[in-house]
Antibody
Framework: QVTLKESGPVLVKPTETLTLTCTVS??????????VSWIRQPPGKALEWLAH???????SYSTSLKSRLTISKDTSKSQVVLTMTNMDPVDTATYYC?????????????WGQGTLVTVSS | DIVMTQTPLSLSVTPGQPASISCKSS???????????LYWYLQKPGQSPQLLIY???SRFSGVPDRFSGSGSGTDFTLKISRVEAEDVGVYYC???????FGQGTKVEIK
């Protein structure tokens, strides 16, 4: 059974750095063609892909947020970490991690429950 | 970037009646490998999105056969043959090339 679970702070202050962890089970981060993505959703708004990482350490970032994002993984711990610098109230959102499959291009098949992050002083 | 546009943005449906959602992409999603990377997700109230349809028309594991996807190139459609109460939520199309989602279509029960 594939599961993903997000963890991290529920509240961050403007200008601070957000660090989120995704812990996976039911698959290995060393599996070829499988990786983990981060996607966010501001309250009442649509989904926005942020970044992903694959077993070979291939990484990709949203063009608009690339300068603020870093994604990494610890295969032995089955964890993927996303950091986002210089947080702003507009970054208030539910942050999801999802398993991403590379089958030519990409899609997400399993999602975590999400974690709501509020940016406020 | 490829922009995904869904219509309508909201839909109110009588149980047992059909429903249809359109998704248009600003560029063709047909890849040189012959596949078309268009996906549909449903986000039920208070839940995370779940995959319904992959590569235009293939149902993901466990998805009821009342859901079907069709289309090609830039125009795609998700159809629910007979809407049930459990189908309420927001439906998103997504293109797998740049991982962009549509704005979402909210489906409610009348």
């Amino acid at each position: 059974q594939v599961t993903l679970k997000e963890s991290g702070p529920v509240l961050v202050k403007p200008t601070e750095t957000l660090t989120l962890t995704c812990t996976v089970s039911g698959f290995s981060l060393s599996n070829a063609r499988m990786g983990v993505s981060w996607i966010r959703q501001p309250p009442g708004k649509a989904l926005e892909w942020l970044a992903h990482i694959f077993s070979n350490d291939e990484k990709s970032y949203s063009t608009s947020l690339k300068s603020r994002l870093t994604i990494s993984k610890d295969t032995s711990k089955s964890q993927v970490v996303l950091t986002m610098t210089n947080m702003d109230p507009v970054d208030t959102a539910t942050y999801y991690c999802a398993r991403i499959l590379a089958v030519g291009y990409y899609y997400f098949d399993y999602w975590g429950q999400g974690t709501l992050v509020t940016v406020s002083s | 970037d490829i922009v995904m546009t869904q219509t309508p943005l909201s839909l109110s449906v009588t149980p047992g009646q059909p429903a249809s959602i359109s998704c248009k992409s600003s560029q063709s999603l047909l890849h040189s490998d012959g596949k078309t990377y268009l996906y549909w997700y449903l986000q039920k109230p208070g839940q995370s999105p779940q995959l319904l349809i992959y590569e235009v028309s293939s149902r993901f594991s466990g998805v009821p056969d009342r859901f079907s996807g069709s289309g090609s190139g830039t125009d795609f459609t998700l159809k629910i043959s007979r809407v049930e109460a459990e189908d309420v939520g927001v439906y998103y199309c997504m293109q797998g090339i740049h991982l962009r989602f549509g704005q979402g279509t909210k489906v409610e029960i009348k």
